[in-house]
């Protein structure tokens, strides 16, 4: 079946720092991979998108490479600020079916000043 | 930009009693579907909906459950009989499908049951 396993959390980083964020996946087909960001008392906002096989997405900073061989979309920010703490979420969608979403567990990011 | 949008942004309710959770997907949309996020946790699948009727549903989504599109906007979750462990952020979820795998998430209802 399909299933996304995410690095476990928190992180805790200083401002300026390096992120990464692990993702990898598991998926009959080749499914579109998904990062959405959830802050406090909020909602679940798209971050970025890939939907083939070395796809990058990218925003606001983020970025996130689908790799197909080793079946990964990691998540990574070169500085973080303190306004990027937040619940990351990686997520898959199969591009047939009911193209549901199946999210991994989060990861809680926390940026120090 | 469409947004698809929920209401109530948060419902407290008695347990045994029942809810109806309401969200209006983007028009143009042919998928929908609910997820259900207890607090702290993962995002779960609950179900799919497309063509008027049930596409898919998750072992959460027992009998207490169900969907309905009543009137062609509107895409509503009932929960009949309201119990502790519902309480939860339930989002609404539609997506174009047809190979178009983004979905666009509403703001969620907060459902607490005291």
């Known amino acids: 079946g399909n299933s996304v396993t995410q690095m476990e959390g928190p992180v805790t980083l200083s401002e300026e720092a390096f992120l990464t964020i692990n993702c990898t996946y598991t998926?009959?087909?080749?499914?579109?991979l998904f990062w959405y960001v959830q802050y406090p008392g909020e909602g679940l906002q798209l971050l970025l998108k890939a939907t083939k096989a070395d796809d990058k997405g990218s925003n606001k900073g983020f970025e996130a490479t689908y790799r197909k061989e080793t079946t990964s979309f990691h998540l990574e920010k070169g500085s973080v600020q303190v306004s990027d703490s937040a619940v990351y979420f990686c997520?898959?969608?199969?591009?047939?079916?009911?193209?549901?979403?199946?999210f991994g567990t989060g990861t809680r990011l926390k940026v120090l000043a | 930009e469409p947004e698809v949008t929920q209401t109530p942004s948060h419902q407290v309710t008695q347990m045994g009693q029942e809810v109806i959770l309401r969200c209006v997907p983007i028009?143009?949309?042919?998928?929908f579907y609910w997820y259900r996020q207890i607090l702290g946790q993962k995002v779960e699948f609950l179900v799919s909906?497309?063509?008027?009727?049930?596409?898919?549903k998750s072992e959460i989504f027992d009998d207490q459950f169900s969907v309905e599109r009543p009137d062609g906007s509107n895409f509503t979750l009932k929960i009949r009989s309201t119990k502790l462990e519902d309480s939860a952020m339930y989002f609404c979820?539609?997506?174009?499908?047809?190979?178009?795998?983004?979905?666009?998430f509403g703001q969620g209802t907060r459902l607490t049951v005291v």
């Open positions: 028009s143009n949309h042919l998928y």
């Open positions: 998926a009959t087909g080749y499914p579109s």
């Open positions: 909906f497309y063509n008027n009727e049930i596409s898919e």
């Open positions: 979820a539609s997506t174009r499908g047809q190979g178009y795998t983004e979905a666009f």
């Open positions: 997520a898959l969608s199969t591009t047939s079916g009911t193209y549901k979403y199946i």
